[in-house]
């Protein structure tokens, strides 16, 4: 499934050159939804010049920020690189060492992400960058599920619980012990759900897997219990009416949950976007998370004290728990409490689907991309970057380099004059003299 996420990138670009009236040189994983450093590309063919003497916005703003697995990647990729080549010697590697990211004369990127109460994000910052957060899953949601804004369900009740269960890796190991407490308190008759025996992407069954965290490790045969996930990878892009007709509630399994981070996804705004009342398991704070952009939730319908612990393994049995005690509910208390629950969800759909809440998103990107950008225009010396050039000189290739009208053996796109190099070296020049300190 081709998902054009590249109009999203440009509107980020078009916002950021509003903001400053500079050229942007925007970075993005390519193929959508890659975690590769290597597939960390540049948005469209920029020239060298362009990149070495523009800002740099590196959008990692789709899945959770990983400090340290990108500083693994980085050296792998450095190993691969041959030394000799002159563009990497004359290049100054980024804190995120990016594959053709850190050419730029600032001293600082902007790192474009989507979370809070990162541990990561302190890194990030710690280490070069500017961070720009705004909620990328909500912008993208509005769009992936813009035809459910029209949908009239005939509701055709078959099961309480809906639940999409298909990967289980990284972040996602809690899955399997979810699933195990369902049998656990027998609920699986109430769920239209399903379980992945294999992990799509790493090919192993979980009984074969090494859990990060060992107390997610099911005891149980789940696929005993459960049919087996047929789901692709890209159904999160999309919804099933079916689905959404023949359940009430959608227990919402989202990518981070043994975590602190807040990082909610499209899986969250789905069944908001289908008018669904649902029951979130995501990180502690994550109904706050939502009622913070104007949603609402359903504490005056069930017990929502969930969300407020931050042991995950009892959050995890609390959510089972409360589920437990919605299936038990008699016919009238049913009824009553279910026409309340899709009372909060139709005003939620209402706001989902809002011009406010649109413009809400794209003024918190602005706002927050604008002060990014002034805050790095503003401190930036260009000292680190003049340093090593003048350290690279050395090298002979530079100086050959510097004798000649073009460099020869890079890509076209790659090609760096004399006079270029002059442009950037005096672009440099100019924030380092401005900056430097008086002895």
Not at 153 to 171: C, H, M, P, S, V
Not at 290 to 298: E, P, Q, V
Not at 335 to 343: D, E, L, Q
Request: with cysteine; aromatic share 14%.
């Amino acid at each position: 499934m081709s998902i054009p996420l590249d109009r999203l990138y440009h509107h980020i670009e078009d916002v950021a050159k509003d903001i400053c009236e500079d050229d942007i040189v925007i970075y993005r994983f390519f193929p959508h939804g890659s975690k590769k450093l290597e597939n960390l590309l540049q948005l469209q063919l920029y020239s060298t010049e362009k990149i070495y003497k523009n800002f740099s916005i590196y959008c990692n703003d789709q899945e959770p920020l990983e400090y340290e697995f990108y500083q693994r990647e980085s050296k792998t990729l450095q190993k691969q690189t041959k030394f000799g080549d002159l563009l990497d010697k004359f290049n100054l590697l980024s804190p995120m060492n990016l594959k053709y990211g850190g050419k730029n004369i600032y001293d600082q990127g902007i790192l474009l992400h989507s979370e809070k109460r990162s541990v990561n994000l302190e890194l990030y910052q710690n280490n070069g960058y500017l961070p720009a957060y705004y909620w990328s899953h909500a912008i993208i949601a509005r769009d992936w599920f813009r035809y459910a804004k029209h949908v009239k369900q005939k509701k055709q009740i078959d099961k309480i619980f809906l639940i999409y269960n298909r990967a289980w890796a990284g972040t996602r190991e809690y899955r399997l012990k979810f699933s195990e407490l369902l049998i656990k308190l027998n609920l699986q008759n109430y769920c239209k759900t399903s379980i992945n025996p294999i992990e799509p992407e790493l090919g192993i069954h979980y009984k074969l897997h090494k859990f990060s965290n060992p107390i997610w490790q099911p005891m149980q045969v789940l696929e005993n219990y459960f049919p087996s996930s047929s789901a692709h990878s890209h159904y999160s892009a999309d919804f099933d009416l079916e689905d959404y007709e023949y359940t009430e509630i959608e227990v919402v399994l989202e990518t981070l949950f043994d975590d602190d981070r807040l990082h909610l996804t499209e899986k969250s705004l789905r069944p908001i976007a289908c008018g669904q009342p649902f029951i979130l398991a995501g990180t502690h704070g994550s109904l706050e998370y939502l009622r913070s952009y104007g949603f609402k939730t359903f504490a005056d319908v069930w017990d929502e004290s969930y969300d407020t612990i931050k042991d995950p393994e009892k959050r995890l049995c609390a959510i089972t728990e409360l589920m437990r005690q919605i299936a038990k509910w008699n016919a009238p208390t049913k009824k009553t409490n279910m026409a309340k629950a899709y009372a909060i969800a139709e005003y939620n759909k209402q706001h989902f689907f809002s011009q406010e809440f649109f413009n809400n998103l794209i003024k918190e990107l602005r706002l927050n991309l604008s002060d990014a950008l002034n805050k790095l225009k503003n401190t930036n010396t260009s000292s680190v970057w003049i340093n090593r050039r003048i350290e690279r000189s050395k090298y002979p290739e530079l100086k050959k380099f510097l004798t000649l009208q073009e460099h020869n053996d890079v890509p076209d796109h790659d090609k760096l004059t004399k006079n270029e190099l002059i442009n950037i070296l005096s672009c440099a020049r100019s924030y380092y003299n401005c900056h430097k300190k008086e002895p």
